[in-house]
């Protein structure tokens, strides 16, 4: 009768262990998900910001381009006879005073 007790009793911890089991294997299941849905958002966002950083490499591009053709225009204008050096000063005098005005401008208005 001992032997009849003891296997009922190893049963019922087989059954407990299994129950325990599938639980943590639920619980092991979703973790897993919810790290794969993790895994995909940030390969989403990856490739959103790829994408973009693209976007800004080609407008880069574009504005190196249009800088170095006046970088060329400015450096033929200076290069030319006296009377165009003075044109370009009397311009960059006016480009410099032309911002000091703004920046007091924008200063005043926002205090």
Known sequence: MAEWGR???TGA???MMDAENKRLAENLSSKVTRLKS???DIDREADDHNNYLD??????MSVTGLLSGSVKRFTG???SGRDNRKLL????AGLVGLFFILYYLVSRAST
């Open 7 to 9: 296997g009922s009793n």
């Open 13 to 15: 911890v087989d059954e």
């Open 38 to 40: 993790l895994a995909l």
């Open 55 to 60: 976007g800004m490499d080609s407008d880069f």
């Open 77 to 79: 204008m200076a290069r």
């Open 89 to 92: 000063c009397y311009i960059s």
